[in-house]
């Protein structure tokens, strides 16, 4: 393979994956496994967000990626996407502040104009405001679509009348995030083991770790186990063993 960010990992059974990604799934059972209304459990989920960002950094993570609304995501109820939305406002107006505190750099991954106007332009800015952090980048995945991703990048491409040929690097360099590595390590919550459209170009070679716990149970001893099974991994990228 001969992706840019392709990193091979020779430090073996201690290594800390420098990029985690999350498919943060199951709000929606744990709030109706306690007769609550779906919303309740994306409220839940959200303090899980705050409370893994903060483990990911103490763990010396230096990327996080979430995966908080798919472009598969608007077939839900318009109730669910307007209660949704207003958690990420409430997100970003009240949590901007602690997250410049403790070092975060928040970037928005997806087709953010598809967003609501006041919602897009609030993640510009908060993308601006944090720039300078540097102890964790937090990358926020919203209308969020891996296949969506790689047709925006050929596009991107095309529009930008590049001549030649398409490559592997050619389409890195103009995804959503050129700047991050590819996950190390992504890990899906409440049983489900899909990638219901999450980073497919980018995955290629990741480890993946599925757990039961539904996302707002999740906590910082959840992700030391899934570090702990990504530790134990020998990748091959191809490979053999030694080579
Ligand atoms: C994940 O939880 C959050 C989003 C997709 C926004 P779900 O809402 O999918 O929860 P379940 O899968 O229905 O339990
Ligand atoms: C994936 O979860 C999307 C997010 C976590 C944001 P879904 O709950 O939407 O996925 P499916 O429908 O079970 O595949
Ligand atoms: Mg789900």
């Known amino acids: 393979m001969a992706g840019k960010k392709m990193t091979l990992n020779p430090a073996g059974s201690h290594s800390i994956p420098a990029h985690v990604a999350i498919i943060m799934d199951g709000n929606g059972r744990w709030a109706q496994s ?41 077939k839900r109820p318009g109730s669910e996407i307007d209660g949704l939305m207003n958690l990420f406002r409430h997100f970003l107006k009240f ?19 598809g967003l609501p106007d006041d919602l897009a332009n609030e993640m510009k800015k908060v993308e ?12 926020i995945c919203v209308n969020y679509g891996g296949r969506q991703e790689i047709v925006d990048s050929v596009n991107r491409i095309i529009e930008l009348g590049y001549a030649g040929l398409i490559t592997e690097e050619r389409i890195s360099a103009a995804m959503y995030q050129p700047k991050i590595p590819d996950p190390d390590l992504v890990i ?26 539904l996302w707002p149970d999740f906590n910082g001893e959840e992700l030391q186990k899934a570090l702990t099974y990504y530790a134990g991994r020998e990748r091959r990228y191809g490979s053999v063993k030694g080579a």
């Open 34 to 74: 306690r007769k609550m209304p779906r919303l309740a459990g994306h409220h839940e989920g959200v303090k899980t967000v705050e409370r893994i960002i903060r483990a990911a950094a103490e763990a010396n993570i230096q990327y996080l990626s979430l995966y908080a609304f798919s472009t598969e995501n608007w």
């Open 95 to 113: 949590k901007l502040p602690d997250l410049k505190k403790n070092g975060v750099r928040l970037l928005f991954s997806g087709r953010i104009d």
């Open 128 to 139: 601006e405001e944090t720039s300078k952090s540097e102890r964790i980048t937090v990358t």
């Open 188 to 213: 899906r919550t409440s049983g489900e083991t899909r990638l219901s459209n999450f980073l497919l170009w980018e995955s290629a070679y990741s480890e993946f770790y599925f757990t039961e716990v």
